[in-house]
């Protein structure tokens, strides 16, 4: 049952993404929406699981919190290290070619880093596979809770399929990885259910992995997508489409009873 399941949440995290590549021509609401469901899925969801989970303190600090700062810590310093590594190789490439180092005519003064992306996307891919486990673990505690836990996979795997193709693409990576990854994401929950099967997580360990992994989501949202989506176009509607996002992550945690 777990892994029929999964299968909707397959086709649901397909559907964002497909939704994310069609709307293309708004990429700045694109952008302000997966901010918004990104923020959503941290502060709404993620984190009130981690601390439930892992909420033993370490020297005055709950450790999920602990693991949350420190995902925002990891996700700023992997980012900053890719981003020197590639000005550094560019600026040889640019004086190797006779040109002064910096950004020339038509050039970006802010340059993608395309590994950002696909570590981020890879991070999706690992949580929607603990959302599988979640499931599988669920349907084997009872129906009821296993219900439960499927209305809540298949409806934020929208959101996460949305952004997975966002976080691939709007850090300079080809549309074929974009939907590399879109796939893998899709495939995870599927994978992560049948493995249920064959094991079980501590409750502390899956609570750690969810902090950490909220951390760097935030990261993610607030020091990347969400200014990125204001830089050039700060409307009203791009943030109107921000809280949207968080909005519809409220509308799914409610449904699915927290």
């Known amino acids: ?63 999920a919190l602990l693991l949350f700062v420190g995902g925002f810590l990891f996700a700023h310093v992997v980012e900053r290290l890719l981003a020197t ?67 809540a996979v298949v409806t934020h795997d929208f959101a996460d399929g949305f952004n ?18 879109l796939f893998a994401d899709a495939l995870a929950p599927v994978a992560g259910a049948a493995l249920a099967t064959l094991l079980t997580l501590p409750e502390e360990l899956l609570g750690s992995y969810l902090g950490f992994f909220g951390g760097a989501l935030l990261y993610l949202a607030a020091a990347e997508i969400l200014p990125e989506a204001h830089h050039e176009h700060p409307a009203r509607t791009t943030l109107l489409c921000t809280v949207a996002g968080v909005g519809f992550i409220w509308l799914v945690v409610g449904l699915s009873g927290g």
């Open 1 to 63: 049952m777990a892994v029929l399941v999964a299968l909707g949440a397959f086709l649901m995290t397909l559907f964002g993404g497909w939704v994310a590549q069609r709307v293309t021509d708004r990429r700045h609401l694109v952008l302000g929406l997966a901010g918004g469901l990104m923020l959503g899925v941290v502060g709404l969801d993620l984190l009130p699981e981690a601390l439930e989970a892992a909420g033993e303190e370490v020297f005055g600090v709950p450790q």
């Open 85 to 151: 590594r590639r000005a550094a190789h560019g600026a040889d490439t640019r004086e190797k070619a006779g040109r002064k180092p910096g950004a020339g005519p038509g050039e970006k003064a802010r340059e993608r880093t395309p590994q950002v992306g696909l570590v981020a996307a890879g991070a999706m891919v690992l949580h929607s596979l603990m959302d599988g486990i979640a499931l599988g673990a669920a349907f084997q505690v009872g129906g009821g809770m296993g219900a439960t836990v499927a209305l």
């Open 164 to 181: 997975t193709y966002t976080l691939t693409s709007v850090y300079g990576n080809e549309r074929r990885k974009a939907l590399a990854m």
